[in-house]
């Protein structure tokens, strides 16, 4: 790791520093020489989080094209890039990537990567996070107030690899933020691509290997919570929506996951658009209560053998709803590709009830 330069102090005379740039170990030339910090492809997690305590008004952390490498989950609840209490005072940081997609020097850009050794530490089925936040609130007085996170986090325009799908772990966890947005980001197993472009059966996900988990409701008017072209593959869980507030997700999509979509407690309005279900063992489920609209769902399906198997059980395939929960809603459908005879439409026989549902690729 370099010393860091223009950012070392987070006054440097009368200018307050909000901009942090990392390179990784293999960045171009060019980028470490423009970088506040240089990762060394070891215990990146480390430097990241450095970054983060130099940052108590906020800001942004700039991560420039290249891998980098998490080792271990050392922070509080089993967390590897961590924020912390701050003091007790709020802030909003941003961590981008750099490139969109693919840059020139890397297959994919930005690209974090869990390390099996990252999870060797840990106590036997210990639930762990990539990114996550302090469980400690301030007081916060007054009429318009209330308990609240001081972290408000933002991802954007990198991709996240887990070694494997063998342990429990949650790529963003926000439950512990104030407002979350994610806007290009994606959290994939390290397999998924090639499993998926090959057409071999994926490997049989643990429960509590989730991609994001939401943060809960808002009380900050202006905060940002919601997904735009979120992308997982190859996990159990893709998208955990718990407790969430007009929260939209448009253009993501959920691939080879064991559930691609759980909605659980949408406390107000969720809306889903134009998201995609590609390949997932079951269809959404939805818990608890709530109100949720999908808007154009596309559904994609093929044989069994290119669907992951659920420890929990593959005989349920259409979407469902917890028995005699208050929730409601409606859906609008595509189904494509090989679908097989489990499947007829979007609902598990019997589900669904209080929803109106229309499938919009076949005539009425």
Same mark, same amino acid.
């Given at each position: /790791?370099?010393m860091?330069? +223009? ?11 909000n ?5 990784a ?8 020489a ?8 070891k215990?990146?997690?480390k ?13 942004t952390i ?10 271990a ?16 005072q ?22 974090l ?19 996550g ?33 063998? !342990? $429990? ?11 979350s947005?994610?806007k ?8 998924? !691509?090639?499993?998926?472009?090959? !057409? ?8 509590g ?7 809960? +409701?808002?009380?900050?008017? /202006?905060?940002r ?10 996990? !159990?869980? @893709? ?9 939209v ?9 064991c ?24 269809? $959404? ?55 097989? @005879? ?23």
């Amino acid at each position: /790791m370099s010393m860091l330069t +223009s950012a070392s102090n987070v006054w440097v005379g009368k200018h307050k520093i909000n901009y942090i740039v990392i390179a990784a170990s293999n960045s171009a030339k060019e980028d470490k020489a423009l970088a506040d910090f240089v990762c060394t492809g070891k215990n990146d997690e480390k430097v990241i989080n450095r970054a983060i305590e130099l940052l108590p008004r906020g800001g942004t952390i700039q991560l420039l094209d290249g891998k980098y490498f998490i080792d271990a989950f050392d922070e509080e609840n089993h967390t590897a890039i961590y924020f912390g209490f701050n003091d007790g005072q709020a802030r909003v940081i941003n961590l981008v990537g750099d490139t969109e997609n693919k840059g020139y020097n890397t297959a994919f850009g930005v690209t974090l990567h869990v390390t099996k050794k990252a999870f060797e530490t840990l106590p036997e089925g210990a639930e762990c996070r990539v990114f996550g936040g302090t469980f400690q609130k301030p007081q916060a007085e007054g009429d318009f107030y209330t308990f609240t996170h001081v972290n408000n986090v933002n991802f954007e325009n990198f991709l996240l690899f887990f070694p494997d799908a063998q !342990h $429990p772990a949650i790529g963003v966890d926000a439950r512990n933020f104030g407002s979350s947005f994610v806007k290009l980001v994606g959290i994939y197993t390290g397999q998924y !691509h090639r499993d998926r472009f090959l !057409h071999l059966k994926p490997a049989t996900p643990v429960p509590g290997l989730i991609g994001f988990y939401s943060c809960p +409701s808002s009380n900050d008017e /202006m905060a940002r919570i919601g997904y735009e072209y979120a992308d997982v593959g190859g996990l !159990h869980t @893709g998208f955990y929506l718990d407790g969430v507030d007009h929260v939209v997700m448009s253009v993501c999509m959920a691939a080879r996951c064991c559930y691609g979509y759980i909605f659980r407690d949408i406390r107000k309005t969720l809306t889903v658009l134009n998201c995609c279900d590609e390949g997932n063992t079951h269809l $959404p489920a939805f818990r608890k209560r709530g109100y949720v609209t999908l808007i154009d769902f596309n559904i994609e399906r093929f044989n069994e053998a290119f669907i992951p198997d659920d420890p929990e059980g593959n005989e349920v395939h259409g979407a469902t709803v917890e028995e005699n929960a208050p929730i409601f809603g409606s859906v609008t459908y595509t189904l494509q590709g090989k679908a097989w @005879g489990t499947l007829p439409g979007f609902w598990e026989p019997g589900h669904g009830k209080n929803f109106e549902t229309r499938r919009l690729d076949i005539a009425r």
